[in-house]
């Protein structure tokens, strides 16, 4: 089974990336936060800060893509090769209410006719220039009786893999995931499959695998966020609680040395104690559950309005772990 950690926005950037690659079971592929080209235009600081190699090594990192102009995909693509990157991913499954506005991501896949079009000319673009992409989507927009039509759409293009996240865009994050509609792209897709969805324990990935056996990648996003652990618990065939193969020492060791290097990575480059401090809550909202008994730190951390003193409760938070055997 091959595993790639989801692209979310405004958390999975290169300083995420970095500090979980050193601290916890690597993932086959990294996907980062959309890239939104501007026309003709070249990367902000901040995108040109997450795709740098320097910034990625020792990870298979993939860039995506969230556009509807098949000219501004073609030329991010193409400027993307000028730093070593031969293959991207199309977004189309965000379901952000500003996003999907605009007819991008999985606002996009209300218009198949104008994907359609969008899809055939990235098509031969990338083929001419010698390039790959993926798309990563959701089954529809208000019904998940659209993936069909999509599908057929996704089957004519050279894909190297259409990663189905199998919600509509009307249902967010909420709701049960729609796993007919998974199973109809699994089966008809004629590219490599890959299932992203609400994996958030062992017995989350068991359930999966077992209905689809031949099933060999999957993508996961918020069970990695709140919990870093997943990726061995999933490999050694227990749960976090229930483990003895780790000690609460090393496992609160180990989160400290994540955080550490989340918060001094923020630190570096983030001017004031706001930013850092938004980024690092951010986090905790989270990583919340993998410690629910500490709720009252958990205030005191969202209440910190310094860094020094969001420092000490943290290390007291990390104090406390250790006492959970």
């Not at 050694?236 to 609680?241: F, H, I, L, M, R």
Request: net charge neutral; with cysteine; hydrophobic share 35%.
């Amino acid at each position: 089974m091959k595993f790639y950690l989801a692209p979310m926005e405004g958390i999975t950037g290169y300083i995420y990336r970095q500090a979980y690659n050193s601290c916890f079971k690597p993932m086959d592929r990294y996907f980062t936060p959309f890239l939104a080209p501007k026309h003709k235009s070249g990367f902000s600081s901040k995108e040109l800060n997450d795709i740098l190699p320097e910034h990625n090594q020792g990870m298979e990192v993939i860039p995506q893509i969230l556009t509807s102009d098949p000219e501004d995909f073609l030329d991010t693509a193409v400027k993307l090769k000028e730093y070593g990157y031969t293959e991207v991913n199309l977004n189309l499954g965000c379901p952000s209410g500003t996003v999907a506005a605009k007819g991008k991501g999985a606002g996009f896949l209300k218009d198949t006719e104008k994907l359609a079009r969008f899809l055939g000319e990235v098509s031969e673009g990338m083929e001419r220039e010698n390039l790959h992409f993926s798309i990563k989507t959701r089954v529809g927009v208000e019904s998940e009786e659209e993936f069909q039509t999509l599908l057929g759409l996704y089957n004519q293009c050279p894909l190297t893999e259409l990663i189905i996240h199998p919600r509509v865009l009307k249902d967010f994050y909420k709701y049960n995931v729609r796993m007919n509609a998974f199973k109809e792209g699994f089966e008809k897709s004629r590219h490599s499959v890959c299932y992203n969805g609400d994996i958030f324990r062992r017995k989350d990935y068991d359930r999966l695998v077992k209905e689809y056996p031949d099933l060999d990648k999957i993508m996961m996003g918020r069970g990695i966020m709140m919990n870093p652990f997943l990726m061995e618990e999933i490999a050694d065939g227990t749960s976090q609680k229930v483990s003895g193969k780790m000690s609460a020492d090393r496992k609160a060791d180990r989160l400290e040395k994540f955080h550490r290097l989340l918060c001094d990575g923020y630190t570096h480059v983030m001017s004031g104690d706001r930013p850092v401090l938004f980024k690092m809550k951010e986090l905790w909202g989270f990583l919340i559950h993998s410690c629910p008994e500490e709720e009252k730190l958990m205030k005191k951390i969202r209440k910190a309005q310094h860094l020094a003193e969001y420092e000490g409760v943290v290390s007291e938070l990390f104090c406390r772990m250790r006492e959970h055997e």
